[in-house]
T-cell receptor, first 115, second 110 residues
Framework: NAGVMQNPRHLVRRRGQEARLRCSPMKGHSHVYWYRQLPEEGLKFMVYLQKENIIDESGMPKERFSAEFPKEGPSILRIQQVVRGDSAAYFC?????????????FGPGTRLTVT | GQQVMQIPQYQHVQEGEDFTTYCNSSTTLSNIQWYKQRPGGHPVFLIQLVKSGEVKKQKRLTFQFGEAKKNSSLHITATQTTDVGTYFCAGQRAGNKLTFGGGTRVLVKP
């Protein structure tokens, strides 16, 4: 049973370009979460999605950031017109349900560097 | 909104010594989870506590959930170099997403 997969593992973008981060949840998991982590800091919640629905995007910046989890295919976190401050590790996690007691399984992360 | 705080932010430990890290929530939780992230790695689930006053052990790690279900602790005995990493607690209120604390970064001095 493959774990959560993220690609690319490392992504370098110049300021103003777009970054697309992909996440394939564990088999059978329909709940996906995206987190951002700056060096030496904690996990900052960005967005929670189920298939074709955004459930909670309270942690997403209002501009330039968007996320989707289509019926088919991976979840995508899209950052338009990247700036240096977007450089961070972006982790995706999935869970079986959101009901109490379901742990989250994290992917290896995508480390975004904006030059 | 719900806040989860962890202290200390950094823990420098001599190999072989014990230490405790603490997690406090601003609201009553339905459960609390602990994760470990090795340097350069991703968070990995360690354990979940559900009941008030619950205590669980994993080898040298002891996890406790407070009576009021608003705080938790992780105690590590006889620290080893393999314990290096960041330990996150994450609290959940009924039906809501997990809220992660800021983590305790553990450095072990051999």
């Amino acid at each position: 049973n493959a774990g959560v997969m993220q690609n690319p593992r490392h992504l370098v973008r110049r300021r103003g370009q777009e970054a697309r981060l992909r996440c394939s949840p564990m088999k059978g998991h329909s709940h996906v979460y995206w987190y951002r982590q700056l060096p030496e800091e904690g996990l900052k919640f960005m967005v929670y999605l189920q298939k074709e629905n955004i459930i909670d995007e309270s942690g997403m910046p209002k501009e330039r950031f968007s996320a989707e989890f289509p019926k088919e295919g991976p979840s995508i976190l899209r950052i338009q017109q990247v700036v240096r401050g977007d450089s961070a590790a972006y982790f995706c996690a999935s869970s079986l349900q959101i009901s109490d007691g379901y742990e989250q399984y994290f992917g290896p992360g995508t480390r975004l560097t904006v030059t | 909104g719900q806040q989860v705080m962890q202290i200390p932010q950094y823990q420098h430990v001599q190999e072989g010594e014990d230490f405790t890290t603490y997690c406090n929530s601003s609201t009553t939780l339905s459960n609390i989870q602990w994760y470990k992230q090795r340097p350069g790695g991703h968070p990995v689930f360690l354990i979940q506590l559900v009941k008030s006053g619950e205590v669980k052990k994993q080898k040298r790690l002891t996890f406790q959930f407070g009576e009021a279900k608003k705080n938790s602790s992780l105690h590590i005995t006889a620290t080893q170099t393999t314990d290096v990493g960041t330990y996150f607690c994450a609290g959940q209120r009924a039906g809501n997403k997990l809220t992660f604390g800021g983590g305790t970064r553990v450095l072990v001095k051999p």
